[in-house]
C-alpha cells in the first residue's frame, strides 16, 4: 500500500477519500475492545445531555413571565383525590384482629378445661355476635372460634374438642355449614327464624349470658355420626328418648310432571302468584308459645312438650 501512494503524482492536489483513508488505517494503531466501548459510552452521554438541554430551553408558562407555553404537561390531581375512595362497605373491610390472635402461640397456654356444653354455648354466642359480620370475618373459620370462645393449650392443638360441639349445634339446625375447605359456620336460618336471644357485648365478661342458651342434646351419642339426622318415621322414638325433634330428615319431594299432567312443573322458574301482596307485618313469622305462655325457639319445641 505505501508503494502504492508512492506512485502517485507529487504536487497533485487530488487524493481518493477511499485512498487516504485505507492508508490511515493501516497506518493506524488497532484499537481495543475497551477503548471502543468507552467511546462509544461518552458518545451516548453527550448526546443525551443536549437532548436534555434543548428540551429545557423550550419556553414554558412560567409565573414570573407569564410567556405562553408551546409543552404543557398534564395535569395533575391533587394528592387528596388521589388517596381518597368514598365510603367503604363495611362487608368489604378487614376485620382486625386483637393483638397476639396467633394459634401458635395459644398453644403454648395453660390447658382450657371447658366441657362440650359449655363450649356449645360460646360458639352460639360469637356467631350471634357476628350475624351483622361486623364483628369477624364472616363466615367465621374453626380455627377463628377456637380463639374466640377461650381454648387454650391441649384444647385448641387438635379439632376433636371443637368438633363435637359443632356437629352437635349442626344437628340441632343452630349452626349451618357454610362451605368446605376451609370449613365455615354461621347461624342456622331455621334458629334465627323467629329472633334470637341477647348475647353480652361487654369485652371483660362476654359469656354473662350464656346461661340463657339450652339445647336438647349435649353429648356425643354412642353410635353413629355426631351429626347424623334421622329418618321421618323415628319420630316416635326420639319423644320416647327426649331427643331434637329438629334432627329428623326431611325429605326433599319432587313433584313427577308426567303423573301429575302439569307441564308447569317443567319449568324451572314458575311463575310468581298474581294479586296484590299482603301487608309486612302478616308475612313476618310470629315466634309460637307453649301451654304456659313462653316464647319458644322451634316450632318442634311444641310437639315435644305435648
Not at 475497551?34 to 434543548?54: D, Y
Not at 326433599?252 to 299482603?278: A, E, F, S
Request: a positive charge.
Amino acid at each position: 500500500l505505501k508503494d502504492w501512494l508512492r506512485r502517485t503524482r507529487p504536487g497533485s492536489w487530488y487524493r481518493p477519500a477511499s485512498a487516504t483513508a485505507a492508508g490511515a488505517m493501516a497506518l493506524a494503531k488497532p484499537v481495543s475492545r475497551q477503548r471502543c466501548f468507552v467511546a462509544s459510552t461518552a458518545v451516548g452521554c453527550l448526546a443525551l445531555a443536549a437532548g436534555s438541554l434543548l428540551w429545557a430551553a423550550v419556553p414554558s408558562e412560567s409565573f414570573v413571565s407569564g410567556m405562553p407555553s408551546t409543552r404543557r404537561s398534564a395535569p395533575r390531581s391533587s394528592a387528596v383525590a388521589l388517596q381518597a375512595s368514598g365510603p367503604v362497605p363495611y362487608d368489604t373491610r378487614m376485620k382486625v384482629h386483637p393483638k397476639g390472635y396467633r394459634k401458635s402461640l395459644m398453644k403454648k397456654m395453660p390447658d382450657s378445661r371447658l366441657e362440650t356444653e359449655e363450649i356449645m354455648k360460646r360458639i352460639t354466642t360469637v356467631l350471634l355476635k357476628n350475624m351483622e359480620e361486623k364483628f369477624r370475618e364472616a363466615p367465621m373459620k374453626t380455627k377463628d372460634l377456637m380463639k374466640d370462645i377461650g381454648l387454650r393449650g391441649k384444647q385448641i392443638k387438635t379439632k376433636r374438642f371443637i368438633n363435637d360441639a359443632l356437629f352437635l349445634l349442626m344437628a340441632q339446625k343452630v349452626v349451618h355449614k357454610v362451605k368446605q375447605n376451609p370449613i365455615r359456620w354461621e347461624i342456622h336460618e331455621e334458629y334465627r327464624k323467629y329472633g334470637v336471644p341477647p348475647v353480652s357485648k361487654e369485652k371483660r365478661d362476654p359469656w354473662r349470658l350464656t346461661h340463657l342458651l339450652n339445647f336438647k342434646r349435649t353429648k356425643v351419642p354412642k353410635y353413629g355420626p355426631v351429626h347424623g339426622l334421622y329418618r321421618p318415621q323415628d319420630r316416635e322414638f326420639l319423644k320416647s328418648r327426649d331427643l331434637p325433634l329438629s334432627s329428623i330428615y326431611d325429605p326433599i319431594l319432587k313433584v313427577d310432571p308426567y303423573q301429575t299432567g302439569n307441564l308447569d312443573d317443567l319449568n324451572l322458574h314458575p311463575p310468581m302468584p298474581t294479586g296484590p301482596r299482603p301487608p309486612l307485618n302478616k308475612r313476618i313469622p310470629r315466634a309460637p308459645k307453649d301451654e304456659d305462655g313462653n316464647y319458644v325457639q322451634f316450632d318442634w319445641e311444641l310437639e315435644q312438650k305435648q
